[in-house]
Structures are given as structure tokens and as C-alpha cells.
């Protein structure tokens, strides 16, 4: 179905089937289609873990997943626009941080607890390690495994103004 929002032509489609919504422009949603598609058909397990923790996949001005009430992958330009594979494994690795913080969660964590849980360097290296896991399951170029392998040593995750 096709919304107007603020005068610009904002699509949200549920993807292929689910109950996940994308939304944002039609080249974001073909791009965000096209990166699922390649995580259900070779890393269905990674697949089922977007599906288990995120209902939407939202084009903005930069990417990060919402650990409150709203499960939401906000994706930037610069991300949704690189390598289908990267891509993919990005949906992946936000998804697994609010996987992490929907397990702690269960287990029965303070709020507090939880976003501890799915934040910092040990969340990041786990979402890391997952991501890695999805890219050698797509066959992502070398140069893409060497990147995220790569991003072990930096701490992104500190960076205030990022616009990836």
C-alpha cells in the first residue's frame, strides 16, 4: 500500500509473506527486499531471527535498531545502498541485538539489565559474530568478510554522530 507522509511518496509493504514491514521509498524497499531475500534463502536461521525480533525495517537518516517497545531496524542511506550482502548482515546484527534484549527480557532482566545485555562491547562482538556467520553463509566477497573481521578492533558502537 502506498502512504503519503510530509509530502513524500513513503511506501510501506509487508515483506514477502511476513508480517515485517518495510517502509521508505521504493528503490529502499526493493534494496531491503532483495537483502532478505538472500538471508532466507542462505542463512535461514538469521532469516527467522529478523523475523522473531524485528516488525519493521524503516528507511532514516541513520541505522540502529529501537530496544524499547519498538522493534524497529532504522536503516541510513549509507547501509541500505552497500553491498546486498553487507547489507543483509546488517539487518541481521540489529536484529540480534534485540534478540539478545528480548532474552534477557524473558529470563525476567529490569529494563536496565536488558539494554546492558544487547549494548556494549560483549553484545557487539556476539551481533559481530553473527553477522560474520550470515556473510560467509551468502558468499560475500573476501573484502567484505575482511571488513567485518576487520571490525572486531574498532569500537563503533561509541561513535556519537554516525551516519552509516
Known amino acids: 500500500m502506498m502512504v503519503i507522509m510530509n509530502g513524500d511518496n513513503i ?19 526493493s534494496r531491503s527486499s532483495y537483502a532478505l531475500d538472500l538471508l532466507r534463502s542462505h542463512y ?24 524499547g517497545a519498538d522493534p524497529t531496524f532504522y536503516v541510513g542511506n549509507p547501509t541500505s545502498t552497500a553491498h546486498p550482502t553487507w547489507y543483509a548482515s546488517c539487518i541481521l546484527h540489529d536484529a540480534y541485538h534485540r534478540k539478545l534484549f528480548d532474552d534477557a527480557t524473558k529470563s525476567g532482566a529490569s529494563s536496565q539489565a ?37 571490525c572486531k578492533s574498532l569500537r563503533w558502537w561509541e561513535v556519537k554522530n554516525r551516519n552509516w
Open 11 to 29: 511506501a510501506i509493504e509487508k515483506y514477502r509473506g511476513t508480517n515485517l514491514l518495510l517502509k521508505g521509498d521504493r528503490a529502499f524497499i
Open 114 to 150: 536488558a539494554h546492558s545485555s544487547a549494548s556494549g562491547a560483549q553484545a557487539e562482538m556476539k551481533c559481530l559474530d553473527e553477522q560474520i556467520k550470515s556473510l560467509r553463509a551468502m558468499n560475500a566477497p573476501a573484502y567484505i568478510l575482511q571488513h567485518a573481521e576487520h
Open 44 to 67: 535461514p536461521i538469521g532469516f527467522q531471527t529478523v523475523l522473531n525480533h524485528v516488525t519493521a525495517i524503516e528507511q532514516a537518516d541513520r541505522s540502529g535498531i529501537c530496544l
